[in-house]
């Protein structure tokens, strides 16, 4: 199959095609005589698990290290630890989204919580302060948090 029949099929651009292919994701495409792009039968199945993996979560390394050369010998024991490995991150990154949900649920309860005659200065002055005293979670990264310092 041509590239452009790959990509209208696919729905993917051409050009994107051709990144997955330098970053090692599909296998080199034979040439044409005329210097085409021929993919084989199953650059379409690949390019659907790339993006679906990808629209998992998943980085190109990661995808990298699971697709096998030949769809038909996945790499057991390896797919199953990087899937596992997935999982846990999400667990975290969830658990660091219900703190956030948290934190920014009480800022808006501080901001809601005017005193009589406070106006929204005041208001802002009051729960700036409040937050100065409370100290800050490292952000994550992957899914990590980084280490402070």
């Excluded at 009589?116 to 979670?137: F, H, I, K």
Aim: glycine share 8%; net charge neutral.
């Amino acid at each position: 199959m041509k590239i452009g029949d790959l990509a209208k099929v696919s729905g993917l651009a051409a050009s994107k095609i051709r990144f997955y292919e330098a970053q090692g994701l599909l296998p080199d495409a034979q040439r044409q005589s005329n210097g085409y792009r021929e993919y084989g039968d199953d650059a379409l199945t690949r390019l659907d698990i790339i993006r679906r993996a990808q629209n998992a979560g998943f980085s190109l390394d990661e995808i990298r290290s699971i697709l096998p050369p030949d769809l038909s010998a996945w790499p057991h024991d390896t797919l199953l630890e990087v899937l596992r490995r997935k999982v846990t991150e999400i667990e975290r990154l969830e658990q660091s989204l219900a703190q956030s949900k948290h934190n920014i649920s009480a800022l808006i309860d501080a901001i809601e919580q005017r005193g009589e005659g406070e106006g929204c200065g005041e208001a802002a002055q009051r729960v700036l302060t409040s937050l100065r005293n409370t100290p800050v979670d490292p952000p994550l990264t992957n899914g990590r948090a980084r280490k402070r310092g």
